[in-house]
């Protein structure tokens, strides 16, 4: 052998006895860049666990299984310490060898079962802005780099703001209590908010859960009756079905969206090129392990209201899924209990976990312009810093519309796939 490749050769070697660890039969070694990084790569999907094993609850997550196999205890070890949970190899180039988590906010007491939702982050404040579900008249707001909190008061007051996006300067914020709920809008800077929609003809929302805009400025929201479901002060006994609506903001016509299979609503989220509509079905907060926990995709045509093609594109295992995204990639990003998983929408292929253990994040936002690869995650006990290769889907900041969109997702597509090639 030459002394070159003998070095190389030790070299490797010394890579793979430092980072495979053990010989697990669960993990594959880490290329050598994730050597700081704290991720497990499962190996063959962890299609076999041996012996026995118990299931905790609709809530927990993989390693909270008890397991007979001391194998398995000690894998599952590994999994419950690891920040990223890769379930397949492409995960490591979304996560990039500097991947990290870090929590920037916690709240009170540790039984704290506040939900924390709505999260937007405004990039002119650096900060997320966000709310208790379960509080009237304000929100949250905490400055990413300090971790500096402020709250903001609404004006006049909103109440139990749930899902919420960034449009133009202004907050738009769904409202799940109290006697009128609907759409307002927030400056964020005042407090003031303003009503954009209250109403189907004469009838209360149920409790519209989240909203996005697309690049017509039109609005897709959906409208399960959580509100009802939690009690929520001043809300009357559902008046309308559950349904995901488009809301056109100019003449102001709202549609209710036909050929859904979703029961209850939740998340929402449009694909790059605004063909595919993603909505979160999620029943498993009330209860039975059985109920639904599904993501589907739909394809919209922005002169129809008809939801074309249902498909399930994701079913979680670990509570519900709650919140989504769409990466600069098009990969789902979907809140979960235990974290957020990450999601090839086009194959249903989980490709990792972004993990959070002990603590159900209930929805999750991309930073963008300088923090471009920062993620936000909101949870019942935290909110949480998560830093990646893969930034969100910033199309409005990036200056890409809709025309080269396509052509945009090819060339990060390539170069995704090119990042996966030289880190195997
Ligand atoms: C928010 O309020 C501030 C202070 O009145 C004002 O300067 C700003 O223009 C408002 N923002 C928007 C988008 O209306
Ligand atoms: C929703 O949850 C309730 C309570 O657990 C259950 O009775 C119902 O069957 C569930 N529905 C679906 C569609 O999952």
Request: net charge negative.
């Amino acid at each position: 052998m030459h002394f070159l490749s003998i070095i190389a050769f030790l070299a490797s070697l010394h890579a793979l006895s430092t980072l495979a660890g053990d010989n697990s039969p669960f993990f594959l070694p880490l290329p050598e860049a994730f050597a700081n990084t704290n991720v497990v790569l499962l190996k063959d999907q962890l299609a076999v666990i041996p012996g026995e094993w118990e299931y905790q609850s609709a809530v927990s997550s993989l390693h909270n299984i008890r397991a007979s196999d001391p194998s398995v205890v000690s894998a599952l070890s590994k999994v419950a310490d690891a920040s990223f949970v890769a379930w397949d190899e492409r995960f490591l180039a979304v996560i990039g060898p500097e991947a990290k988590i870090e929590t920037i906010q916690t709240f009170e007491s540790p039984e704290d079962k506040h939900v924390h939702e709505a999260p937007v982050y405004v990039a002119e404040s650096n900060e997320l802005v966000y709310s208790d579900t379960s509080q009237v008249g304000w929100l949250w707001a905490v400055e990413m780099d300090t971790h500096e909190t402020r709250k903001i008061q609404t004006d006049p007051p909103l109440n139990n703001v749930n899902g919420a996006t960034y449009h133009d300067g202004l907050l738009y914020a769904c409202t799940n209590g109290g006697s009128v709920r609907g759409i307002f809008s927030i400056n964020v800077t005042t407090g003031w908010t303003k009503p954009i929609l209250n109403n189907y003809r004469g009838r209360h929302f149920n409790s519209p859960n989240d909203l996005i805009f697309d690049s017509n400025n039109n609005i897709y929201f959906t409208d399960p009756t959580y509100g009802w479901a939690q009690q929520w002060p001043g809300v009357q006994q559902p008046e309308l079905p559950n349904a995901i609506y488009h809301f056109d903001t100019r003449s102001k016509a709202v549609t209710a969206l036909s050929n859904s299979p979703v029961h209850y609503p939740n998340g929402l989220a449009l694909s790059l090129d605004e063909r595919t509509l993603y909505v979160a079905d999620s029943n498993s907060s009330f209860g039975s392990p059985t109920s639904v926990r599904n993501v589907w995709a739909f394809d919209v045509e922005h002169s129809s209201t008809i939801l074309r093609n249902p498909r399930l594109v994701y079913q979680a295992e670990s509570g519900w899924p709650d919140g989504l995204r769409v990466s600069r990639n098009g990969l789902l990003f979907i809140a979960v209990a235990g974290g957020a998983d990450v999601v090839d929408p086009q194959t249903g292929l989980l490709l990792g976990k972004i993990a959070t253990p002990g603590d159900i994040i209930l929805n999750l936002e991309p930073a963008n312009g300088e923090r471009d690869g920062v993620w936000l995650l909101t949870g019942n006990k935290a909110v949480y810093k998560v830093t990646l290769a893969e930034g969100g889907n910033n199309r409005r900041s990036l200056g890409e519309w809709k025309g080269n969109v396509g052509a945009i997702a090819e060339q990060h597509l390539g170069r995704l796939l090119c990042l996966v090639q030289n880190l195997a």
